[in-house]
């Protein structure tokens, strides 16, 4: 990384401190505006065009028209990583409704902030990773899809941001969201995965959840390694009887649970199911 990060914005790079938007911007004053969170394995942003078309269609869904096209986004992401001789790391393209005047009406904002930052993430202490983590249900459930539809990753975060503020509280690091149907929906800022008899099950979109594109890679390589997977609606006892969980999230790549609602899932123990998926990914993800 060079000594100070360059910062895109709107097809211009800028070192770090000086990379800024108005005070104005509805990104800012209502969140009104969409992101991205990439990872970069060996100098490659994995999964690229995945991940900018999942931004394109946020936007679309929140009718912000991005000033720039998909290949020209794909562009300044590679451009950005190769400024900062990023190797591993993590990337934020954001796309803000702009500046405009005070007032909900985006016909007030007439200019769009494209932003790409190139940095690290790192979501869980490592040692969780072979301990497998706890997590809590929480009593903020997942946004109703005829809200804010939680396949819009938008950069109104306060839904989630709410959820794991509970699960701290409950000692957890991560949190799982029931939706309005009181089925198991995802984490906080993670997708989940349950193994019972040899069968991964993880909720369906339409339970109202991110799509998101680490979970749709886990279950191209679960399909790989012949095992059957089941997109289907889930409940907290689903849970607590089955025989593995994991999370799966860009930052958060896969990661065992261990515990749940302080009910011990499987023998306690990261389970061989979710330990071969974790190899498989990281297999794709450096090839
Ligand atoms: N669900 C939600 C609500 C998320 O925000 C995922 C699932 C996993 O999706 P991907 O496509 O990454 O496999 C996410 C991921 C961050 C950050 O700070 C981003 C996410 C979650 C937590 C933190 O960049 N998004």
Redesign the pocket.
């Known amino acids: 990384m060079a000594a100070v990060p360059k910062i895109y914005i709107n097809g211009k790079y800028y070192d770090q401190p000086d990379a800024k938007i108005s005070v104005y911007d509805h990104g800012l004053l209502y969140g009104d505006g969409v992101?991205?969170?990439?990872r970069i394995y060996s100098g490659k942003a994995f999964?690229l065009k995945?991940?900018v078309a999942?931004l394109f269609e946020s936007a679309r869904s929140i009718k912000l028209e991005v000033p720039i096209s998909e290949p020209e986004m794909v562009k300044a992401i590679n451009d950005t990583i190769a400024l900062n001789n990023k190797r591993d790391g993590?990337i934020?393209p954001i796309v803000t409704r702009g500046a405009g005047s005070l007032g909900l009406d985006p016909r007030k904002c007439s200019d769009p902030q494209v932003i790409v930052i190139v940095d690290d993430?790192t979501?869980y202490p490592p040692e969780l990773y072979e301990s497998g983590m706890e997590i809590a249900t929480v009593s903020t459930i997942?946004n109703h899809p005829n809200a804010v539809n939680?396949r819009i990753?938008s950069l109104n975060?306060l839904n989630?941001i709410l959820a794991k503020i509970e699960g701290i509280q409950a000692g957890c690091l991560e949190s799982l969201m029931l939706n309005h149907k009181g089925e198991i929906a995802?984490?906080?800022?993670?997708?989940i995965f349950l193994v019972k008899h040899g069968v991964l099950r993880t909720p369906p979109i339409d339970a109202g959840?991110?799509?998101?594109?680490?979970?749709?890679?886990v279950i191209e390589l679960a399909k790989l390694a012949s095992v059957p997977v089941e997109e289907i609606a889930l409940t907290r006892h689903d849970v607590f009887v089955a025989d593995e969980c994991f999370l799966?999230?860009?930052?958060?790549e896969i990661i065992p649970v261990t515990k749940c609602d302080a009910r011990a899932i499987g023998t306690g123990k990261p389970g061989p199911i979710t330990q071969q998926l974790r190899a498989a990914f990281f297999r794709m993800a450096r090839a």
């Open positions: 992101f991205e969170g990439i999964k995945e991940h999942r993590y934020r993430i979501m997942r939680p990753k975060y989630n995802e984490c906080s800022g993670d997708n959840i991110l799509e998101g594109i680490t979970r749709n890679t799966t999230g860009t930052a958060a």
